[in-house]
């Protein structure tokens, strides 16, 4: 049963993004050069480009050298060499920490963490150091080359250690940049972005759309801007807001909606820090509704931090409360895990009654 | 140069020597030191965990050592073992492994605690046949002028903080021949990642009593721009990265750096300060393990001063110290006497030799004593015996030591003492002087350099403060300008 509507929501996600995403953004970049790639190919291009395009750029991680789990880094050892592309020891921390030191050298630093179920030994050099080292130094010193990427998130079969989201605790920290592509062709211009940024960038993969999400995806070097927000679906009812995977759940709740008579306007959020309050109020001014929704526990989760702001900023226009349609407060369940998710039949209901509020 | 480290061979003879040598004059090595009769200070805490050590052991960790001495890589360790029948071997990803009937623990300890490197005694006289780097005149007055500076600059910031003038500081009393001998056998070209007590470092490098100042009074010329504590120092054209208050973190940033320097092939290497108790920490046995199979030139300095706040290093650790988990991590390690500058030179100055022609990490572990306070904000004397604190400030004072040696060979006189002394101490009066009258960085910097340009979440939050102050300027300290 949880397989069954597992698949489901699988099969949907790759039709969304096949058809929606790949057209709701920038037409320009859908070029005679562009071809039908999934995410973990558009993630292996955004890294051949960077290491391409800039000879102090490195790519490292626990079993990075053969292609890595999630194949993000086939290829790459053997073109740019294993000084370069290369396997670090089992240690989390270690593998931040020394992308900091490669970073603070002028590099572009980018670091793998296997699974952001992982990330936590690393937590205190991401918090304590890599966003700090500019602060702290009077801008002396810098570590802006350093992203790490992390694939994130539910994959119908993860349980507690192959499926969190633990993008708000990173939320919380002055001094990185958080990151969520949606679709192949974001991610790999976000990527980009990402890796040139003289910032320290933490980006987080939907493991689900690695292979599920195909889209045309421009071959050549492309960068995405950081901290803006983009409207992928015009509506004037609702607005509902998300990111990474979440967000091909959400634009078919928009879709059964729509049957229903209410318009929705989905917004990707893309960057969660230092994120892009002004497209977000906009489009409430606009609806008068607002619906967040994210794999990640409700409760301090990053939706917490987007109803507050638009709260303080459109009080007067609200028509109904903000509306979260979130993971639950519990340890990612594996058999339950159909319960857990913020799915579209819940997205739908919380779609109806703020409406109808 | 007496210990010429230049080839490897000729560094297995030197060292092979001075084991020998070390063991003569055990008596007078520092360890044995440390069982002096009246005041112990941290005697035989350690010593039942070198009881029953394994006789087995003994010989295998000998041979061993000679062949890491050799400089040879693991994998050629076990070429001997080409010959031997395959089913007396295990033959891993990692090399060959011989198979033994005998159900044989290796030992948790060796029989003879690690030795300790030492050249001068302790009344600062060459102790016989030493291998030492040779060290000429002007070399070892900067190093004594500096270590004096760096007394004298602790007394006076330390005094300061006393007088509520700064909020903090921490001294590194007992540790002055560590910060700067160990800053002298380097060039400025390699990096420094601190921990927190080893400012005797950038004073080598030309950082000036009046920057000093300046940080500890976090004022407008504090390149820091007074966002962190008292000590918290960083100079990038002296390639010092900026302290931060976090143990051991700065060490696989060490590895990161000595990587890139190995990759731009430059002649230098990165060395990291931390101490015994930074030695728990799971970042350094990260940065240790990362170094080693990385095969980045990186020298991890520990500054075992027997203390991390009060927790000695008994209740630290089992192991003999720091030394011997190099070996652990396949990293070349020495132990070295931290009170006797002669030694901390040679041994860094022959680490950063092997560091950068063989990329290889190395670790050094100076033995020494925190004599001063952890920092303004403890009282050592809490938990450990006064008169301990004493002999060591007494009795195995670093300076003194030193300066007796450079006496003794010509190049310094109790004039020039007082002259140095009296000097260094009315400059820093005036430096303290001067910083306390530079005004404090303006508001705006509170919001600088948390990103490479502020977004517009601290824009709006500048500019809401900003609205907040003018409003109610008698809750904000006057000396921040908006």
Known sequence: ?357 | MALCLKTSRISIHCLKSKMGLLSMIKQDSCLSSLTHPQKPPFPTRNAQNFRDPDANFRMSATLFSARRLKSVKAEKQFCSLDNVDHNQVLDLPGGKVVLTPEMRFISESPEERAQCYRVLDNDGQLIMCSNFKKVGEEIAVKMYTDMVTLQTMDAVFYEAQRQGRISFYATTIGEEAINIASAAALTTDDLVFPQYREPGVLLWRGFTLQEFANQCFGNKADYGKGRQMPIHYGSNKLNYFTVSATIATQLPHAVGAAYSLKMDRRNACVITYFGDGGSSEGDFHAALNFAAVMEVPAIFFCRNNGWAISTPTSDQFRSDGVVVRGRGYGVRSIRVDGNDALAIYSAVHAAREMAISEHRPILIEAITYRVGHHSTSDDSTKYRPVDEIEWWRSARDPVARFRKWIESNGWWCSEAESELRNNVREQLLHAIQVAEKIEKPPLAELFMDVYDVPPSNLCEQEKLLGETVRRNPQYYPPDVSL
């Open chain 1, 1 to 357: 049963m949880a397989t069954t509507s597992l698949r489901t929501i699988g099969r949907s996600v790759c039709r969304v993004s096949r058809r929606g995403f790949s057209t709701s953004c920038d037409d320009k970049l859908v070029q005679p050069s562009s071809k039908s790639t999934n995410l973990y190919s558009a993630i292996n291009q955004a890294l051949h480009i960077a290491l391409e395009t800039d000879p102090r750029a490195y790519v490292f991680g626990e079993d990075v050298g053969f292609g890595g789990v999630f194949r993000c880094t086939t290829g790459l050892a053997d073109r740019f060499g294993k000084s370069r592309v290369f396997n670090t020891p089992l240690c989390e921390q270690g593998i931040i920490g020394f992308g900091i030191g490669l970073a603070a050298m002028g590099n572009r630093a980018v670091a793998e963490i296997q699974f952001a179920d992982y990330i936590y030994p690393a937590f205190d050099q991401i918090v304590n150091e890599a966003a700090k080292f500019r602060y702290r130094s009077g801008n002396q010193f810098n570590c802006g080359g350093l992203t790490i990427r992390a694939p994130y998130g539910a994959v119908g079969h993860g349980g507690h250690y192959h499926s969190q989201s633990p993008e708000a605790f990173f939320c919380h920290v002055p001094g990185i940049k958080v990151v969520i592509p949606r679709s192949p062709q974001q991610a790999k211009g976000l990527l980009l972005s990402c890796i040139r940024d003289p910032n320290p960038v933490v980006f987080f993969e939907p493991k689900w759309l690695y292979r599920l999400a195909v889209e045309e995806v421009p071959e050549y070097d492309y960068m995405l801007p950081l901290s803006e927000a983009e409207v992928i679906r015009e509506g004037s009812d609702i607005t509902l807001v998300g990111w990474g995977a979440q967000l091909s759940v959400m634009e078919q709740a928009c879709l059964d909606a729509e049957k229903e008579g209410i318009s929705c306007e989905l917004i990707d959020l893309k960057t969660l820090i230092p994120w892009d309050k002004e497209t977000i109020e906009s489009s409430v001014r606009k609806t008068g509704r607002l619906l967040i929704s994210h794999e990640a526990p409700v409760t301090g989760g990053f939706g917490a931090e987007i109803s507050a702001s638009i709260v303080e900023r459109c009080f007067l226009r609200l028509e109904a409360p903000v509306a979260r349609v979130c993971g639950l407060d519990t340890p990612f369940p594996l058999v339950f895990e159909p319960f857990y998710m913020p799915t579209k039949n819940k997205i739908l209901d919380a779609i109806k009654s703020t409406i109808n509020y």
